[in-house]
């Protein structure tokens, strides 16, 4: 029943790793985001994809690759991992400008 | 690029009282200002949103307005319970990429 849905909810891993987080949505909207979350708890977009294509790509390094197989799916696979990278990453859906709709965050920690 | 400001970063209030956090912004295109509430270790949620055609939005104890000349909106929280305490983001969106622009937040404290 969960409208966005994103695992692993929790990933610990080194420095120099590279790690993906998955994210669904069975809402039927065509725009899905990667935010990412700091310390501070500042909101700030990653990524964005209407309908599998690419609209939005913010100031990320080239490490974060975002993909999306279908306009249900929004992957983010994160290389050579780095101690700044650690914060709480929200996936989430909108139609169109409609509100969005977030997943339960993953909280990474890079050691 | 929309810039938006919210203030204040933090507030507490004791219970009962009223809650105000306001928020500018500058892209005077963006025509859609949603409020997202979040709980300690829980997602965002929206909790009310607006459009630019529209002064004023009220859904029981939460109203949010806006005043497209001045380019700034709040939200109005009355008889605030301890159930209310959370972090508030303001958005505003051009509507056109759905993408939202995010303050940096508000962290309320309703002590009761």
């Known amino acids: 029943d969960t409208a966005v849905s994103q695992t692993p909810k929790y990933l610990v891993t080194q420095m120099g790793n590279d790690k993906s987080i998955k994210c669904e949505q069975n809402?039927?909207?065509?725009?899905m985001y990667w935010y990412k979350q700091d310390s501070k708890k500042f909101l700030k977009i990653m990524f964005s994809y209407n309908n599998k294509e690419l609209i939005i790509n913010e100031t990320v390094p080239n490490r974060f690759s975002p993909k999306s197989p279908d306009k249900a799916h929004l992957n983010l696979h994160i290389n050579s991992l780095e101690l700044g990278d650690s914060a709480v990453y929200f996936c989430?859906?909108?139609?169109?400008?409609?509100?969005?709709?977030f997943g339960s965050g993953t909280q990474l920690s890079v050691l | 690029g929309e810039n938006v400001e919210q203030h204040p970063s933090t507030l507490s209030v004791q219970e009962g009282d009223s809650a105000v956090i306001k928020c500018t912004y500058s892209?005077?295109?963006?025509?859609?200002f949603p409020w997202y509430k979040q709980e300690l270790g829980k997602r965002p949620q929206l909790i009310i949103d607006i459009r630019s055609n529209v002064g004023e939005k009220k859904d029981q104890r939460i109203a949010v307005t806006l005043n497209k000349t001045a380019k700034h909106f709040s939200l109005h929280i009355t008889e605030t319970q301890p159930e209310d305490s959370a972090v508030y983001f303001c958005?505003?969106?051009?509507?056109?990429?759905?993408?939202?622009?995010f303050g940096d937040g508000t962290t309320l404290t309703v002590k009761p």
């Open positions: 892209d005077s295109a963006s025509n859609y």
């Open positions: 989430a859906s909108s139609q169109g400008d409609e509100k969005l709709f």
């Open positions: 809402l039927g909207h065509d725009t």
């Open positions: 958005a505003a969106s051009r509507g056109d990429a759905g993408k939202s622009t």
